[in-house]
């Protein structure tokens, strides 16, 4: 039986991007010239970049154009991750970009801020992480220079703060908030995506002990992040 057209171009750009033909961030051809390749309607073309979007090989921007999509970076909901490993071992290039550092007294009138330092400093870091040269997520992240005196001398430029956290300062407890949110002003700007574009958001808190250790959110672009968990039955 023949194959319909929308099928065979949608296979056509599968098979381009599975070889590694198409690599990520590549432009495909506009809608209009699609139709005039295959010689098809506008509504053909939409139903083979529909299904080429639903399995996540495409990305499709209004007034940008359809990119070749890039591979997710997947982290497992019940660890406290390391962006800048998982970044790598996708085989991605990775960098960070410190937008901002400070050292100010934890707000008083601030529950979280107490929580996490008490009356003592903060260091207060903002950054933004990319993968493969391109924007992944935010990062406004509180430490509590009490439980870690050491980070005062830490720039953190071009370097994870996470990373760092993860191999110089054991924790004993963490814990996780996931939301789905519209990207305001501030990560719209940093992540290079339009107000209100769909973001993943991560809020983190790590102790040792009873020491609050740091306080971390992170944006993540919606399209290009994901969080795996592992069950197995409780065990008796």
């Known amino acids: 039986m023949k194959q ?3 099928e065979r171009i949608r296979s056509d750009y599968e098979t381009r991007i599975l070889s590694g033909a198409l690599v990520p961030g590549e ?3 506009t ?3 699609l139709m005039r390749l ?6 053909t073309v939409n139903k083979a970049l529909s299904a080429l979007t639903a399995a996540g090989l495409i990305d499709r921007r209004k007034r940008a154009g359809t990119f070749v999509a890039r591979p997710r970076v997947h982290s497992m909901v019940l660890d406290v991750p390391d962006l800048e490993q998982e970044i790598v071992q996708r085989g991605q290039s990775y960098r960070y970009d410190l937008l901002r550092r400070e050292v100010r007294m934890a707000d008083p009138a601030s529950l979280e801020e107490g929580l ?3 009356a003592g400093q903060l260091l207060v ?3 933004v992480h990319h993968a493969d040269g391109v924007p992944l997520a935010s990062e406004q992240r509180l430490i509590s220079l009490s439980a870690v005196p050491e980070t005062a001398a830490v720039d953190f430029k071009g370097a994870s703060p996470g990373a760092w956290l993860l191999k110089h300062v054991p ?7 996931i939301a789905a949110v519209g ?3 501030e990560t719209a700007a940093a992540l290079n995506l339009p107000i209100g574009a769909p973001c993943l958001l991560i809020e983190r808190r790590t102790w040792r002990g009873d020491d609050g250790i740091t306080l971390v959110r992170q944006h993540f672009v919606g399209s290009a992040y994901d969080l795996i968990a592992t069950f197995g039955p409780a065990k008796a």
């Open 31 to 33: 809608e209009q010239e």
């Open 4 to 6: 319909p057209l929308h």
């Open 27 to 29: 432009r495909l051809p």
């Open 183 to 185: 990207a305001g002003a």
């Open 116 to 118: 996490l330092a008490g």
């Open 38 to 43: 295959y010689d098809c309607s506008r509504m």
């Open 125 to 127: 870091l903002e950054g």
């Open 171 to 177: 924790w004993t407890q963490a814990e996780t908030r």
